[in-house]
């Protein structure tokens, strides 16, 4: 009866153990603003995955289904608690905070924005107009281009030609003389098809999904900007997190983020080989007029960002710029 009851009491502690291993792991919701397993969706469920992984037993990290909640919503999302943590763009919640989507014209790595103070003022705006902790902000190995239906230019002058936007290109392109029509991304493929549109605005990642590639003749080199994206994290729940499992995500983002350009740079290599194999042809500008080209990028970019926060824009600017 001794021997028994020692087990009984044996088990009992095992399962007292496990329960409390089990009620330390921290269960979070997230949302990726495109779906996992597409282009630029791919590196947060990789970013879940390895969390998932690596913090077993601290954070188990679920994301919600494709289409859920609309990008454009996600930022107020996170803000108001409704779902723990997302990675989008900022320019999809600039409605909470315009300067965010300047982190386009960093001419900075990551680990540098970390070094230099960057990352420290964004944190603080996030935390003050998003109501979130900014976990870590990739992508910017990844350049923007000007792509064309079918119209070849000989030089960077999109006057009476429509081109279709978004808030990301929309100083630039407006500044190049195009005709501007916003429209969602799975209207473009119809657009093209119709000659609306004479061209459009995108990453090197990834235009045949979407089926674009079959009405995209050309892309203009070089490329512009870079890719910026964003993890956030509701500032309340991080708070509110125990001190293991905030300080394993405030280190697994910064791991990721600074692995991000080698981890993914094949893709953009990969990308743009499918663009040349569906025949997409390159016209490059050269020499002063694709110096000029990115330049006018740049200063049409700043000018906006300094109406929409002037205070900010200036300090940003300092920081990021060459």
């Not at 315009?98 to 990352?119: F, Y």
């Not at 808030?167 to 098809?193: K, N, W």
């Not at 070089?222 to 910026?228: D, E, I, L, R, T």
């Not at 990969?270 to 042809?281: F, P, R, S």
């Amino acid at each position: 009866m001794n021997r028994l009851y020692r087990a009984l009491l044996g088990t009992a502690a095992a399962f007292c153990i496990a329960g409390t291993a089990a009620a330390q792991e921290v269960e979070l919701s997230a949302l990726n603003f495109l779906p996992n397993n597409s282009s630029f969706g791919i590196p947060f469920a990789d970013w879940v995955e390895d969390a998932n992984k690596a913090g077993k037993g601290i954070v188990k990290i679920t994301i919600r289904p494709a289409g859920s909640i609309s990008p454009f919503q996600m930022g107020n999302a996170v803000k108001t608690g409704v779902v723990d943590m997302a990675a989008l763009p900022p320019t999809f919640y600039q409605n909470l905070l315009p300067i965010g989507d300047a982190l386009k014209l960093s001419k900075k790595t990551a680990v540098e924005m970390r070094q230099n103070g960057t990352w420290a003022l964004l944190n603080q705006l996030h935390n003050e107009k998003v109501n979130a902790q900014l976990l870590d902000i990739s992508g910017f190995g990844v350049k923007f281009y000007l792509y064309l239906r079918d119209k070849k230019i000989d030089t960077p002058n999109l006057k009476g030609m429509k081109i279709r936007t978004t808030p990301v290109y929309r100083a630039f392109f407006r500044a190049l003389g195009a005709d501007l029509i916003q429209t969602a991304p799975a209207e473009v493929f119809t657009a093209l098809e119709r000659g609306t549109i004479d061209g459009y605005g995108w990453p090197s990642w990834d235009i045949k999904t979407p089926g674009w590639d079959k009405h995209t003749k050309f892309r203009v080199e070089p490329g512009f900007y870079a890719v910026a994206n964003a993890t956030i994290m509701n500032l309340d729940k991080y708070k509110s997190l125990p001190p293991k499992a905030r300080d394993f995500l405030t280190q697994h983002a910064m791991k990721f983020e600074a692995e991000y350009d080698k981890r993914y740079a094949p893709k953009t290599a990969a990308y743009l080989k499918e663009q040349a194999d569906a025949g997409v042809q390159v016209i490059e500008l050269k020499g002063k007029v694709a110096a000029d080209y990115v330049k006018l990028a740049y200063d049409s970019a700043w000018e906006e960002f300094e109406k929409l926060d002037p205070v900010n824009t200036p300090k940003l600017k300092k920081l990021i710029s060459d």
